[in-house]
C-alpha cells in the first residue's frame, strides 16, 4: 500500500511540475509579447532607448541578409538615431503581434515626415536633403527573448526601398500585392475587441503551422488558393487587399517560373510561432539557377550561381483552418540580381 501511495504521489508530483514548466513557458509568452508593446509605447512617448534596453549586448541579428551575426545595440542605435534626427515624429506601430514559447512575431508599420537632412555612414559622407514627405514603411521582426526578457535573438524583414524611395534616395518603389484595394477597416480590424482577444486564445497553435507545412509540401509555384478563403485580406504597401481564388492562382505564376529556373529550389522554415487562430512563418529559400527562362518577356540567361534570399508571413487562420488575411514581408533584392534584373548594388 506504501508503494501504491508513493506511486500516486509521483505521478502527481510530475504531472503538476509538467503542468507548470508549460504554465511557465505560456507566461513567458505573454510577458515577451508585453514587453514589446510596452517598449512601443515608450519609443512612441519619445524614449528610444527603451528599445535598446530591451536588447540583450551582444545578440544576434541579421544584416539584411540570411544568415545572423553578433551585434551590440550600438550597432543598430546610429542607423535608428539617423532616421529619428530625419524625422523627429518617428512612430512605430504594432499591427498584431503574436508569441509562443521564447518567439514574439511582430508587424510594424512605421510613420513619420521627412523634413530633417538625413545622415548615415554608410549611405556616404553626404546627407539626404528633406522632402518634407509623409514616409511610411513595414517591417517584419522575429524576436527570441531570453529568460531576463531581452532580445537575444532578432530576425528583422522588410523592403528598404520602399523606405528609401520615398524619402528620395532610391527611385520610388510600389509593392506587389495583387488584388483590389479595400476602402475602410478590413480583416481584424473589422472585428470587435471580444472577437479580436478571442482570436489568440482559440487553442489552433498546432494546426495552423501544419497548413504552413501542407503548403511547403506542394512544392514552390504550386497552386495553393485552396489554403486561402475567397477572397482573403492581403495587406502590403498602401494597405488591404481583396483577393481572390483566382488572382491566387495567377499568383502562382512567379514561383513557378523559379522553380523552373532553379530545380533545386529548396524552402526552409527556420522559425514558426503560433498563437490562437494566428501564426507567423520565416522561410529562407535557396536554389541554383541554371536554366534559361523567360521571365515575363524577359530572357534570363542561368549563371550557375546559387540564389538565397528570405521573407516572412503572419497569418490569421479561420475556424476552418483558411487564410482568412496575411502579411508577407521580404527583401526580393537578393533574389532579382541573383537573376540577373536588377543591377548589384553599388553599380
Known amino acids: 500500500m506504501k508503494q501504491m501511495i508513493r506511486l500516486i504521489l509521483i505521478f502527481v508530483l510530475l504531472t503538476v511540475s509538467g503542468f507548470l514548466s508549460l504554465s511557465a513557458q505560456e507566461d513567458n509568452a505573454q510577458r515577451n509579447k508585453q514587453i514589446y508593446l510596452d517598449v512601443a509605447t515608450q519609443y512612441n512617448a519619445g524614449n528610444r532607448e527603451a528599445f535598446f534596453n530591451m536588447i540583450a549586448d551582444p545578440f544576434m541579428m541579421n544584416q539584411g541578409d540570411t544568415v545572423l551575426a553578433q551585434m551590440s545595440p550600438d550597432d543598430v542605435r546610429g542607423y535608428d538615431n539617423a532616421l529619428a534626427a530625419a524625422m523627429p515624429d518617428i512612430q512605430m506601430n504594432p499591427t498584431v503581434a503574436i508569441a509562443q514559447g521564447d518567439w514574439v512575431a511582430v508587424h510594424v508599420t512605421w510613420t513619420g515626415t521627412f523634413t530633417e537632412p538625413f545622415s548615415f555612414a554608410p549611405f556616404g559622407p553626404d546627407a539626404f536633403p528633406p522632402n518634407n514627405q509623409a514616409i511610411t514603411w513595414t517591417e517584419m521582426t522575429f524576436l527570441r527573448f531570453n529568460a531576463e526578457g531581452l532580445v537575444d535573438v532578432a530576425w528583422l524583414l522588410g523592403e528598404p526601398t520602399l523606405l528609401f524611395g520615398q524619402m528620395g534616395m532610391f527611385p520610388p ?175
Do not use: H
Not at 472577437?195 to 506542394?218: D, K
Not at 550557375?304 to 521580404?330: H, L, M, P, S
Open 173 to 347: 518603389s510600389e509593392g506587389t500585392r495583387s488584388g483590389t484595394p479595400i476602402e475602410g477597416a478590413a480583416g481584424y480590424q473589422t472585428l470587435s475587441a471580444d472577437e479580436l482577444a478571442a482570436t489568440f486564445t482559440s487553442g489552433m497553435e498546432a494546426r495552423n503551422p501544419g497548413v504552413f507545412g501542407e503548403m511547403i509540401g506542394r512544392g514552390f509555384g504550386g497552386d495553393n488558393s485552396g489554403f486561402y478563403t475567397d477572397p482573403y485580406v492581403a495587406w502590403g504597401f498602401g494597405g488591404a487587399y481583396s483577393v481572390t481564388a483566382a488572382q491566387t492562382a495567377e499568383e502562382a505564376a512567379f514561383p513557378a517560373m523559379l522553380a523552373a529556373a532553379m530545380p533545386d529550389l529548396a524552402v526552409e522554415q527556420t522559425v514558426t510561432v503560433a498563437e490562437g487562430d494566428w501564426a507567423a512563418t520565416l522561410i529562407v529559400l535557396s536554389g541554383t539557377f541554371t536554366e534559361d527562362i523567360n521571365f515575363f518577356g524577359m530572357p534570363l540567361t542561368a549563371t550557375g550561381e546559387t540564389i538565397t534570399w528570405q521573407f516572412g508571413a503572419i497569418d490569421r487562420f479561420d475556424a476552418d483552418g483558411k487564410i482568412v488575411e496575411e502579411w508577407i514581408e521580404g527583401d526580393a533584392t537578393p533574389l532579382l540580381i541573383g537573376l540577373g534584373i536588377m543591377p548589384p548594388m553599388g553599380q
